[in-house]
């Protein structure tokens, strides 16, 4: 049987993304209007490309045209109904909600003078303009990213009108509408508001990275190398889908378009070497998601994070803070599919299925980008003028080799391809603009941290429980940037009233609302991943929680002692932590799978997981008590593997 057979073509890719991913549900224009968007979307492309290089407008000037710009271009692109995707047309009521998103992005650059003499007291236009541009961010975001965040937005600014009318220690003084209306459109604290500018600046930039990235043929180089690197090992097929995923992590800012790239040729390559459908579902979902938490992109959500918590802290805090916990994950999926592979006897793939040597190093110039942008970033430049540089190098890199190489028309794809992209991350933190507008005006963050704090006792681990459970909540259905500003505005005060560092905080909530998109019942990512692996999807989702085990553990070691995040450590004491975080690993992988050197008994699994926690968090008593986990299940193992092997003795 061919390693490929079962691999999906580009057409049933495209479907299940249109399925699982509202991102992915455009409509396939042609002729005028379809020339139209593609010039809007290049202009859309070079509009921040110009004020990168020149310099970014005032915040209002250059938030408002970003928005103008991608609410025309989703009116456009994005079909009111689902179901309409096929009719490839632009119904008339969305060109007319396309010139009013275009009057709405205009309105600022043109009327600044007025507005600024004018300092909150709105007319009847200014009121009118304001309540359109509310009314078509949460359009638009229904269309693009699904209702959840568009729902959580519509009851979040009922809240702010209804604050008399709210229980306990919920209640609030109430914004009346023009009040509302004036914060959300003609202040930086709602639409206009900081994860807006973030969307305006450095993601669009970095997604635009990504595009050009793509155009080289980086995605299958990924698949290649890690065929290469991981294909041999044993159950070799799902280790290629974890270093795979990995590796896509790093241009790609979702979870479920991950699944469905990198699983459409992953998923079919296990299950045709015998490891369950679910199973392999579970190891694609789990993996993709991962991606989400590797840094450099972090889902987009590493340049949020540096604008939330401030104080000075630079993005390269965040990836270097986040790369400690993102690699133990990946060890932990990893170990365990290891594990599982041995349990079942699945061998690796054969000589023939690898690709040469050759093959792999003609190409590794394509990784020259993403190591220049990591280096770019140590050494202090602007996280812009990197992915402007890492742009260029792209271009220049990709032009090695004739297969490779960006001409005119792969740079206006990629162009075409960025501005995309982008359009659902600006609606999403257009929304997530109006829940910091609301959470600000009416105090409700420190509202909900305090019935926290109150509900737990102020007992740390209590909080942190009822903090995580909230983030998967809040996270359920959201795309990575909304998911991370709903949950560091809702959830992370709690544990940072408690003395939490705020990075410890924010990475807390950030893995959590990441990690619903594999947790039961929603887990859109795992769905996706039974989808293609014809698995049944709660299964899958189970079997995606279980190997993502440490995404569940490892957040609140690094809350308990920041030594996980490189906080206040050294060198020789971070090489022993991650050392026994590692041993942890295996011990937790042995554990949940059931096997190591042979099959565990429940007392050993017992063992392992109790034994691998201990490892992972960083003291003294824990890892002594760790390390002794360690050694007896390894004599509980070697000695009964031995016992198995002996040849009785015969008596004489």
Known sequence: MSVNEGVLTEEQQQELLEKYDPEAGTRKLSGIIGWIVLIGLVSFSIFQLYTSLFGILTAQLQRSIHLGFALALIFLLFPARRKN???????????????????????????????????????????????????????????????????????????????????????????????????????????????????????????????????????????????????????????????????????????????????????????NLGYRKEFAGAVEASASTGGQLMPPVMGAAAFLMVEFIGGGISYWDIAKAAAIPAILYFAGIWIMTHFEAKRVGLRGLRDDEIPSRKEIFEKIYLLVPIIVILILMMSGMSVMRAALWSILITVVVSAFRKDTRIGLKGIVAALADGARTALGVAAATAAAGIIVGVVTKTGLGLKVANGILDFSGGHLILTLFLTMVASLILGMGSPTTANYVITSTIAAPAIILLGVPDLSAHLFVFYFGIIADITPPVALAAFAAAAVSGGEPLRTGIESSKLAIAAFIIPYIFVLSPELLMIDTTWYYLIWVVTTAFCGMILIGAGVVGYWLRGLSWYERLIGIVGGIMLIYPETITDMIGIGSFILLLVLQLGIKKDKTQKPQVAG
Do not use: C
């Open 85 to 271: 995707l096929k009719i490839n047309k632009v119904a008339w009521y969305d060109i007319l909600l396309a010139v009013i998103a275009v009057a709405v992005g205009a309105y600022w650059p043109l009327m600044i003078d007025e507005l600024v003499m004018r300092a909150g007291r709105l007319t009847d236009l200014d009121f009118y303009i304001g309540l359109a541009a509310i009314i078509l961010v949460l359009e638009a975001t229904r269309r693009t990213v699904g209702l959840p965040i568009m729902i959580i937005a519509v009851l979040f600014m009922g809240y702010a009108m209804f604050g008399p009318y709210m229980p306990g220690f919920l209640a609030h003084r109430g914004l009346e509408l023009d009040r509302l209306v004036q914060t959300m459109f003609y202040t930086t604290e709602g639409i206009l508001g900081t994860p807006l500018g973030v969307s305006a600046t450095f993601i669009f930039l970095f997604l635009l990275f990504g595009s050009f990235l793509v155009q080289t043929g980086v995605g299958q180089y990924f698949n290649d190398l890690a065929i290469f690197i991981a294909g041999k090992r044993v159950g070799g097929p799902a280790k290629v889908a974890i270093f795979s995923s990995a590796l896509q992590g790093t241009i790609s800012g979702s979870s479920v378009a991950n699944v469905v790239t990198s699983g459409a040729f992953t998923i079919p390559m296990m299950k």
